[in-house]
């Protein structure tokens, strides 16, 4: 379990949908790397929580992707730092970035149609450029 997550004034994930651990991370930092678990591994369980509207959580699951797992909860990893409370914040504050993402509605298009003098423009561009190819045909004599 692990503290609550702040979203907005009105979001706030329980820490309860909320999961970390720390695991060895790979890359460079030398034997450090093989004897301290600075990588932050936090998963968020986003199908049984009520925090976040049903519409968000729709979104969300196309935003998350990649990164579900097969139980149905969100991970994010981060081993940006070597320092786990670093990373740790670093994975609060993707999945917060996520979840904000997801609780934009996207706008609905409106379909347009083109106006009177769009269309004119149009016809007068396509008349001028079939008179130029016009002039460009090769020029026959009466005797053929």
């Given at each position: 379990?692990?503290t609550p997550l702040v979203i907005n004034e009105k979001i706030t994930l329980p820490g309860s949908d909320l999961e970390w651990s720390a695991v060895r991370a790979?890359?460079?930092?030398?034997?450090?790397?093989?004897?301290?678990?600075?990588?932050?591994?936090?998963?968020?369980?986003?199908?049984?929580?009520?925090?976040?509207?049903?519409?968000?959580?729709?979104?969300?699951?196309?935003?998350?992707?990649?990164?579900?797992?097969?139980?149905?909860?969100?991970?994010?990893?981060?081993?940006?730092?070597?320092?786990?409370?670093?990373?740790?914040?670093?994975?609060?504050?993707?999945?917060?970035?996520?979840?904000?993402?997801?609780?934009?509605?996207?706008?609905?298009?409106?379909?347009?149609?083109?106006?009177?003098?769009?269309?004119?423009?149009?016809?007068?561009?396509?008349?001028?450029?079939?008179?130029?190819?016009?002039?460009?045909?090769?020029?026959?004599?009466?005797?053929?």
């Amino acid at each position: 379990m692990s503290t609550p997550l702040v979203i907005n004034e009105k979001i706030t994930l329980p820490g309860s949908d909320l999961e970390w651990s720390a695991v060895r991370a790979s890359g460079p930092g030398g034997q450090n790397v093989n004897k301290v678990a600075s990588k932050v591994e936090l998963s968020f369980d986003f199908e049984s929580t009520v925090a976040l509207p049903e519409d968000a959580r729709e979104r969300l699951r196309k935003l998350a992707k990649n990164t579900l797992d097969g139980e149905g909860r969100i991970l994010v990893k981060s081993e940006k730092t070597r320092d786990q409370v670093k990373n740790l914040a670093d994975a609060r504050a993707k999945l917060k970035k996520l979840v904000l993402e997801a609780l934009v509605v996207p706008k609905v298009r409106k379909a347009t149609k083109p106006t009177r003098a769009a269309k004119a423009k149009r016809v007068t561009t396509k008349k001028k450029v079939a008179a130029k190819k016009k002039t460009r045909k090769k020029v026959r004599s009466r005797d053929d």
